[in-house]
């Protein structure tokens, strides 16, 4: 078996016992996988899930800063900005959290050799009632180590730190299941969706009235910018296929952001007419 079917059936192994409320055990199994592969985020993840259930939101925000340190490294800092909206949602976030992450982000632009910090628990593994280690021996992620999955969004690529701070700040973290439906045809254009985790479907209506499928998307897939910047209603129905993390951001918070910062109209503007030139079917 190999180390990557391994870790799958681990995952699926701790979400079934996520599932059954089995969540001691469900953790004990997480700290043994995270001890082999401390460079998954999949099992960080699944860990800060635990620690939620159980009420720890000081250690699951702990490690979800850690798993956004590791999506930095591996290029991928939308991942990276869905941990941090989640440690926002439970009201453990500070002042100082996106400015952090948008410096990584530009450090890591210019320097490969950036790698995360370790994930150092401290003091926060005297407060677990859980009979199990507290990930306390996690060292600094090699290379190697780290489960790069993801395909980088190009929106991030051409904002200075300012931009970027902006920008993802003004990003909204949106969780839907298999069959939502996440935007409906005909629908206002008002919002872009940049797709983190998960599998999307396309749709459109046909003259007798039936949905085509036209196009499916994966991480790090964009949708919505041609609407948003023409003022077009949506062309096709989005839903999602398995259960997606998307990030949104709408066109007032764009319109507050540009207002601030012109440029980045300018470079969505750019991606918004490359796609007008080469891609008829992403007008959603």
């Known amino acids: 078996m190999s180390s990557e079917s391994g870790a799958v059936e681990s995952l699926e192994a701790i979400e079934d016992l996520i599932a059954s409320k089995q969540y001691g055990e469900a953790l004990r199994l997480a700290n043994e996988e995270v ?5 998954d985020h999949r099992l960080l993840n699944l860990a800060a899930d635990i620690y939620l259930l159980l009420r720890k939101e000081d250690t699951a925000a702990h490690l979800l800063r850690h798993v956004a340190n590791i999506h930095v490294s591996t290029g991928a800092p939308a991942k990276a900005v869905v941990a941090l909206k989640k440690i926002q949602r439970i009201g453990r976030d500070d002042p100082t959290m996106y ?20 994930l150092d628990m401290g003091p926060l593994t005297e407060t677990v009632e859980i009979p199990v280690p507290l990930l306390s021996d996690m060292r600094v992620v090699e290379e190697k180590e780290v489960v790069d999955d993801a395909v980088p969004s190009p929106l991030f690529d051409d904002f200075s730190r300012v931009e970027l701070l902006a920008f993802i700040k003004g990003l909204q973290l949106q969780v839907f299941d298999a069959g939502d439906i996440i935007v409906a ?7 872009l969706f940049i797709l983190t985790s998960g599998i999307v479907k396309a749709f459109v209506r046909d003259r007798d009235h ?3 499928h036209v196009r499916t998307m994966h991480d790090g897939d964009f949708f919505g910018e041609i609407s948003i910047f023409s003022g077009g ?4 129905t989005i839903t999602a296929a398995t259960r997606c993390e998307l990030l949104e951001l709408d066109r007032p918070t764009l319109d507050t952001i540009t207002a601030a910062h012109p440029r980045v109209r300018e470079i969505m503007r750019r991606f918004y007419d490359e796609r007008v030139a080469s891609d008829r079917v992403n007008r959603f």
Do not use: C, F, L, N
């Open 210 to 212: 039936r949905y085509r």
């Open 35 to 39: 001890k082999r592969h401390p460079g």
């Open 185 to 191: 045809e005909g629908d206002p254009g008002d919002s």
């Open 233 to 236: 209603r949506r062309s096709a």
């Open 99 to 118: 400015e952090s992450i948008a410096s990584r982000i530009e450090q890591e632009r210019s320097d490969v050799g950036y790698s995360p910090p370790p």
